[in-house]
């Protein structure tokens, strides 16, 4: 890569805010989420539902929604927990099943 190139992939890149986790697998929601579904084998609702049932004030709802979408594949294989999405007229719904929970 030329000088040049650097300096646009640079420009074009987010900076990474001051005090807030990235947005990757190692995010504490995912801990937060594996505790929340631990022992349970289904949920369904909103993400500002899912975060309020989770006591999590620091997540908000719209990285909910990026951190499942982003990395529900990761979460399936390594925790068991699926995700699903879908939309009625107004609603977002996520629906979360954890597969390793005993019937």
Known sequence: MSKADDVVAAAMSKPIREGYPILNEDHPFFGKLKAFMNGKAHWLGTATDLLTEMNDTTTPP??????????????????????????????????IFNLRQPQ
């Open 62 to 95: 719209n990285t909910v929604t990026k951190l499942l979408n982003k990395y529900w594949y990761r979460l399936k294989n390594r925790d068991g927990i699926v995700v699903h999405f879908r939309r009625t007229n107004r609603r977002r719904i996520i629906e």
